[in-house]
């Protein structure tokens, strides 16, 4: 069962956790299928970029609709991207993967240079999928069109 929002974006942004992803990036799935494993406690939902719902959120926190090289993370209303999505994202699943943290450590230029070197070369280094892919069972009931 897919979750339907039935409030538009501003009303979710303080529900449940949630992880807005480009759905073709085999990377930005990947990242999403190990939260979806390390998340004991399914806190996290998710929406791809692509959806009408990513796309209006992404719209909403000003980011581009035509290019996704950022996830956008929401927890406790505070929007995360890019770099900072991934430390927000690993902090809230605990120890030891709140250790990323340490990140936050390097100033963030050198955060946003990192980020930007991954994310402009996302497609070359790990690939692109024709469409966004099925999720499975597990995920699909955290999914929000």
């Not at 806190?43 to 719902?53: E, G, I, M, V």
């Not at 770099?83 to 946003?112: C, N, T, Y």
Request: proline share 7%.
């Amino acid at each position: 069962m897919t979750i339907k929002p039935n409030h538009p974006p501003e009303v979710f942004d303080t529900g449940p956790p949630l992880i807005v992803f480009d759905g073709v990036c085999v990377l930005c799935s990947g990242f999403v299928r190990m939260v979806v494993r390390l998340d004991r406690k399914s806190r996290f939902r998710f929406a791809t970029a692509q959806s009408p719902f990513g796309e209006a959120l992404f719209r909403k926190h000003g980011l581009r609709t035509d290019s996704y090289e950022t996830n956008l993370v929401i927890i406790d209303g505070a929007a995360f991207t890019r770099l900072d999505s991934f430390i927000a994202v690993m902090a809230e699943l605990g120890w030891p993967w709140r250790a990323a943290k340490f990140l936050l450590l390097l100033p963030r230029p050198v955060r946003g240079w990192l980020y930007d070197r991954v994310a402009k070369n996302r497609y070359a280094l790990f690939g692109r999928k024709d469409h966004c892919e099925i999720p499975s069972a597990e995920m699909k009931g955290r999914m929000i069109d």
